[in-house]
């Protein structure tokens, strides 16, 4: 038996979506779910008990910063990363290939690996698919994601082509590397940029190297949503249908809607607790800029229809000053707020596959939330 198990439970008959059950060594993940992203261990300003309030059945942490900090043997000495942060529920960690190919000048990518300077102090390192493998390992994470490289937007069809086929190579020595397989569950990455048959033929080069799980990444960087759904059209088909499918870094209310029409599990995004810490709020009308002078004298929720504990205790007015004065607890509400407002959003995804109307509930969602349908 592998660390994890997928269950398909339905299909919509109105939109294709998919309902499922993830089982992990820490407990069931019911899909699609967005997964609240805790960089360094740590959901932003957020608590481990506040997560469970909210009902955050998994959350992601980063391999390269926890690598770059504490590091990763320290986190193994603690008992591994949920021991080491308190969180009981299961945990997936990224292979850091993004943020490492997102420090542009400070890096350089051989067959090998890719050797940078710390966004921190300068100092240089090295990581290889084998050192991310390493590394993942020993912070425990249920699953794992194989290091990749990420392709930016725009890139020519010939850097894309070399990208991708490096991309598979290093899956190969990623699941060669990998110990602990009965308890962490690795999943491949499907790359190829904005084109079709890269995208094919990465899709069958991961497939074929096999893996519990699959991620499509190369998506949200930059490129037009239009595009990136164009992408999704013809992407997730290629996927196993037993086996769960991850889109990488996004987090939007419209990209989770449209993401699961396309048959996605699995989203992430630092979207949401990132714009709180700007004063901006997700609502079921659409996005309130808190820290707008509009709201100093507005002594309502910042959802009217939302019950989480920000809402049902806090007004616009009070969250705006706390923003204003640089309080912290200004953040925390807000963010408190907008992972509760995905997560709901998810559950009623999910009600609304199980009773074959998700097209219609995306329209009535789109509509009060001012995207144009």
Not at 63 to 77: D, S
Not at 247 to 274: A, K, N, W
Request: proline share 5%; aromatic share 10%.
């Amino acid at each position: 038996m592998g660390a994890i198990r997928f269950e398909l439970i339905k299909t919509c008959k109105q939109s294709g979506a998919r309902l499922g059950k993830l089982y992990t060594p820490h407990g069931e993940i019911q899909t699609p779910i967005f997964m609240p992203v805790g960089t360094q261990a740590t959901v932003k300003s957020m608590t481990p008990q506040e997560l469970k309030e909210i009902n955050s059945q998994i959350i992601l942490s980063n391999t390269y910063h926890l690598y770059m900090r504490p590091g990763h043997k320290i986190v193994e000495k603690a008992g591994g990363l949920h021991k080491f942060m308190n969180w009981d529920r299961p945990i997936l960690t990224d292979s850091g290939g993004f943020q490492v190919f997102s420090l542009g000048p400070l890096r350089k990518i051989t067959e090998e690996g890719v050797e940078f300077r710390s966004h921190l102090d300068g100092s240089k390192h090295f990581i290889s698919p084998e050192k991310a493998i390493e590394i993942q390992n020993s912070l425990g994470a249920d699953i794992i994601m194989a290091f990749d490289e990420c392709a930016p937007y725009p890139a020519d069809r010939d850097y894309v082509k070399n990208s991708l086929e490096r991309t598979t190579r290093w899956a190969k020595r990623c699941k060669d590397a990998h110990k602990n397989s009965d308890r962490q569950a690795l999943f491949g990455i499907v790359q190829g940029g904005m084109y079709k048959d890269l995208r094919e033929q990465s899709a069958k080069e991961i497939m074929d190297i096999g893996f519990p799980g699959y991620a499509i990444g190369g998506l949200s960087v930059g490129e037009p949503k239009e595009l990136m759904y164009e992408v999704l059209d013809y992407t997730t088909p290629l996927l196993p249908k037993d086996k769960p499918r991850y889109l990488m870094g996004v987090g939007s209310p419209d990209d989770l809607l449209e993401g699961v029409i396309r048959g996605v599990d699995m989203f992430d995004c630092v979207l949401p607790t990132r714009i709180a810490r700007n004063g901006t709020a997700m609502t079921s009308q659409g996005k309130v800029v808190v820290r707008n002078a509009q709201y100093a004298e507005d002594f309502t929720p910042l959802d009217p229809e939302c019950d989480c504990y920000t809402c049902k205790n806090y007004t616009r007015a009070y969250i705006r000053h706390l923003i204003k004065a640089n309080e912290i607890l200004g953040a925390r509400l807000i963010t408190y707020h907008n992972l509760y407002f995905l997560l709901k959003l998810m559950e009623n995804v999910r009600n609304a596959i199980k009773e074959d109307r998700l097209l219609d509930y995306k329209n009535e969602f789109f509509r009060k939330y001012g995207y144009t349908l």
